[in-house]
Each structure stands twice: as C-alpha cells, then as structure tokens.
C-alpha cells in the first residue's frame, strides 16, 4: 500500500489525470477491503456522512434549480471529495501519513523546479509579461497548489513534533524552492494568504514570541517580492484603476462578487445550477469582465450554485475537517499541525479564488486533510 500512497502523493502537483487515476485505484482497493472485510465503519464515519451531506444538497439544486441543462453536473462536480474517506482507510498510521506528505512536498518540488525552469528557458526579453504555471494549465491553480505544500513545509520545519534533522532540511530545502516558483507565478492571493495564515498559526506555537515572527515573516516576503519582476507588476496593478476597471483581474472580482449576491438574493434556497453562471451574469450584469467562468469566492458561488442550503452544507463538511485536524494536533500526530495550517491557507486562497472547484488543489488538500483524519479513524497507530 505504501506504494500507491507514495504515487497517489507524487501525481498530486504533476499530473491531474494521474492524480484522478490513484483516486480511481485507492477506491476501488478500499471497496475490496470493505468486500472481504465487511468492515463498514468508513460509511459511519463523521467525514463521510457530512460529504454525502453536501451530495444530496447537489441533488436538492438538481431536482429544483431553474433552467438546469445537465442535471448531472451538479452533483458528479463533488467527485473528487472521495479523496477523503479514501484516505482515512488507506491511511492506517503515523507512518503512512509521513509518507503521504514526504511524497506531496516531493511532487510539489518536481513541479517547482519544471515551472522555474519552463519560465526562464520559454520566454524572450518579453518574459516578465508572463507567468510561471508548471504542469498545470493557469498560474493562479500551480500558485494554490504551491501553497498548500509550502505551508505544509513550513510547519514541518518549525514543528516539535518533527525531530529528523534531514526531514526538517528536505522541507526547508522544497519551501525555498516552492516558494520561488510561487513569486514567478505572479499569484497574488496565495502569496497573501500564506502570511497570514504563518501569522496565525504560529501564534500557538510560540506565543509572544509570534509577534517577531510574523514580522520576519512580512519582511521576507518583502524582500522577495523586490526579486520577482511578475509579482512587482502585479502588486503594483494595485491603483485605483485596478478596482474601477472591471476587465482588472481585481476589477473583474468586485463586480461578479456584487453580480453573485444579487444571484443568490433572488435565488436562495437551492441555487441556479451548475452550467449557469454566465447566463445570470450576463443577466445581472452589463459591464465587460475578463471572465464569468465563476465567482472567484469559493464561499459564494457554493451560495450562487447550490443556494444557501448547499453553502451550509460545505461549510459544515469544513468546519469538520478543521475540527478534527485541530484534535489530531492535540494529540501530537505528526504532520497534523502543518496539515492544519495548510488547511487555513487554502481556507483564504477560497476568498478570492474557487479553488474547490480547481481539482489539482482540492485533490491536493482533501489527500492530506484526509490522511491526518486516517490516522484518528484507524486508531492512532504510531
């Protein structure tokens, strides 16, 4: 099994359809377990009752949503949400779990070291115009998916619970990495979102001292950002043209951020359906935008989609997730914390960005979010 985990790790941040191919063989290797076993206890659990919980409000917008083309849609969009109770089965101890993670970080590195590369050798003197993006087909999804992983890292390095001194240098060395590809990607939201969430993590780890920290932090970041050429250009988009003008990348956000409140004030209960966003924007909306693919809030198009009803629905499935990786931390499970941590980026990420609906990066976390909780529901086994 640890040969799957290991690849099911590595294809996260190099290959979606890989990625999709492991979760494909991890269920239907935990389904055989289940078979032979007759051990149903993963469609009792917490995790699963609450996914299966965001499942039937799809199915709610499905069978009330108006105008609702390709009912389907609406509730195969939560698939890979299976990453979760897949993990918690195949992921039996302390030592699985480390495995998970050391094979994340390691395909998160690959990915790194492929985008830095691509950058520099791709381009012309007209390259700061562009945007490293890895393997993945935008630079906002390689710089989410960076995130996740660079926080893990982080957390690694200063956690007590990690005490190999190669373990700890391996995430220091694929943080530094990670985090330059995140500068190149010219990724704006995650880059934020990353100190903040350092910010606030630490605060319980170090207490006062946090203080020091997070300035260190915000002053690295800093020094940084003076290096990339990508991030300087877009942090300096940061005027007043950039809110005024709706076809900005921030332009664009405000006014589908007002478009969908209207769009979920006038459809509350069950949402209008997935494959209708456009048609309501444009309905709400008259003025050019650089995209109406989605809300660009995570939080809000759930609202928009699947009405107030699947909202509460995901925000009970997060608020249980974070509820368990905050006991595993409690208990000292390694690789919890940074999890959690982690978890919170991706939270924020989700403010400016619908990052659950970007597959490589909700895989991503729902892979090691439920890896930490496999730990918890096979006993805690070190």
Avoid at 111 to 134: C, P, Q
Avoid at 140 to 149: A, D, F, P, R, W
Avoid at 236 to 261: A, H, Y
Avoid at 322 to 347: C, D, G, N
């Amino acid at each position: 099994m640890n040969y799957i985990l290991t690849l099911t790790g590595l294809s996260q941040s190099v290959s979606i359809s890989a990625s999709q191919i492991m979760l494909g063989v991890m269920t239907v290797w935990s389904l055989w377990v289940i078979y032979k076993e007759g051990d149903l206890s993963i469609f009792r659990s917490r995790m699963f009752l609450l996914i299966a919980a965001v499942f039937i409000s799809a199915a709610l917008t499905a069978v009330f949503a108006p105008d609702l083309e390709n009912k389907m849609k609406s509730v195969k969009n939560f698939w890979i949400m299976a990453y979760i109770p897949v993990s918690m089965f195949a992921v039996t101890s302390r030592d699985s779990l480390r495995t998970v993670t050391l094979s994340a970080v390691t395909g998160g590195i690959i990915a790194a070291v492929y985008g830095i590369t691509e950058f520099y050798t791709s381009y012309d003197s007209l390259r700061h115009f562009n945007r490293a993006d890895g393997f993945f087909s935008h630079p906002l999804t390689y710089g989410n998916s960076l995130v996740i992983l660079i926080t893990v890292s982080v957390f690694a390095v200063i956690s007590k619970n990690i005490t190999s001194r190669k373990e700890k240098l391996f995430h220091l060395s694929g943080a530094s990495v990670m985090f330059a590809a995140l500068l190149l990607s010219g990724s704006r939201g995650p880059m934020l979102s990353l100190i903040v969430t350092v910010c606030l993590m630490v605060v319980p780890l170090f207490g006062k001292k946090s203080l020091a920290i997070g300035a260190g932090v915000i002053l690295v970041c800093a020094v940084a950002l003076s290096f990339s050429d990508t991030l300087q250009e877009r942090y300096s988009d940061f005027n007043k043209s950039e809110f005024t003008d709706s076809t900005t990348s921030f332009g664009t956000r405000i006014v589908l951020w007002e478009t969908s409140l209207k769009i979920v004030r006038d459809n509350p209960v069950f949402g209008i359906g997935y494959g209708n966003f456009k048609k309501y924007v444009d309905k709400y909306n008259n003025e050019p935008l650089a995209s109406k693919a989605h809300s660009h809030n995570s939080y809000l198009y759930q609202a928009v989609i699947y009405g107030l009803t699947g909202l509460a629905a995901l925000l009970l499935l997060l608020g249980g997730i974070a509820q368990e990786l905050i006991k595993a931390s409690r208990k000292k499970i390694q690789y919890a914390y940074p999890v959690l941590a982690a978890f919170v980026t991706f939270l924020l990420c989700g403010l400016t960005e619908y990052n659950l609906g970007d597959s490589e990066v909700a895989m991503l976390m729902w892979l090691l979010a439920g890896s930490v909780m496999g730990v918890m529901f096979n006993g805690d086994s070190a």
